[in-house]
């Protein structure tokens, strides 16, 4: 009998191991989640629709807009991806909860120009934070676009920001044990390209890709890629066709649905690699205890919480 409890005990422990990846214990090098929502964060302005009422009630909680901490504890080096619109308590977060140094940041990854992803940067200058020379990660197009306009040209010549150049497929090394590589994806290129990111370190790799327009157009197949990493944080900004009071084609995004329907006849070890993020109000999967959220935890894909750490 007790053999066989063992045994029980030892296959729980195995399965729960395998399915949640994430742990709090302390790792040299990892990421940790610091947002989920789109651009607009939850609650998200002007919305009148019970899933913000519910906030202003007191039964859900605030979700702050996508983002990921990436640490090394041994090179005593932290970085952010994304400068969403929340970066003062998302940098906070990274002091208090993981790695304080006498550097707030020692840079970050920006994806694309569009407004969760890149106005924090304004939290750099002489109105807010004023330190000098903070790195950033940047596209040909992206560093255009901040030099060549304002109020962001005033951060590059006062120097509060100083960049680095990114080029796509092009392998960045940040530290001994962690390399960072950028690659483009389509998506509604106003001012900016679009790029995701690989992330790699000494044991494991991610992928971080919170906005595309379509799977199908990206030249790249989702289901591949994602069969190599250990983790693919991807885009589920929104969950189904007709979720807004609006026409979708205008704010093209893979609803989870379409995701799901990908992977629907991969493995269960595939299936856990996806990890939801980038979470538009409306989208029912942003609420932890939602009917949507949990049918398709019991399938085997994930969803990105705040605090969440991923050892790499």
């Not at 919170?210 to 069969?227: A, G, M, Q, R």
Request: charged share 25%.
């Amino acid at each position: 009998m007790k053999k066989i409890s063992f045994l029980i005990l030892f296959i729980i422990t195995f399965i729960g191991c395998n399915y949640n990846d994430e742990s709090n214990e302390i790792t040299n090098q990892y990421i940790t989640i610091l947002g989920t929502a789109q651009d607009g964060g939850f609650p998200h302005i002007g919305c009148q629709k019970k899933c913000c009422d519910d906030f202003y009630e007191g039964v859900s909680p605030k979700q702050k807009v996508v983002s990921l901490g990436l640490i090394d504890r041994e090179a005593q080096l932290k970085f952010l991806f994304e400068a969403t619109p929340d970066i003062s308590t998302q940098l906070a977060d990274l002091e208090k909860n993981h790695l304080k140094t006498s550097t707030i940041i020692d840079g970050v990854f920006i994806t694309h120009a569009h407004m969760g992803h890149y106005t924090g940067l304004l939290y750099f200058g002489k109105e807010a934070l004023g330190k000098k020379d903070i790195r950033i990660y940047a596209m040909p197009k992206m560093k255009s676009f901040l030099i060549n306009n304002g109020p962001w040209s005033q951060l590059v010549t006062t120097k509060n920001i100083v960049f680095s150049d990114l080029k796509k497929d092009s392998i960045i090394p940040v530290s001994n044990a962690l390399k960072v590589m950028p690659f483009l994806v389509p998506h509604r290129d106003e001012f900016s390209e679009t790029v995701g990111y690989k992330i790699k370190g000494k044991n494991k790799s991610a992928l971080f890709i919170p906005d595309i327009n379509k799977w199908s157009l990206w030249e790249k197949n989702i289901v591949e890629e994602v069969k190599k990493v250990d983790y693919a944080f991807l885009d589920a900004t929104f969950f189904k066709e007709g979720e807004i009071n609006r026409p979708m084609s205008e704010v093209p995004h893979p609803f989870i649905e379409e995701t799901i329907a990908l992977f629907k006849n991969e493995s269960l070890t595939t299936k856990n690699k996806v990890i939801f993020i980038h979470f538009n109000h409306t989208n029912p999967a942003l609420q932890p205890n939602s009917k949507e959220r949990n049918d398709l935890e019991s399938l085997g894909f994930r969803f990105a919480t705040e605090g969440q750490r991923f050892k790499l």
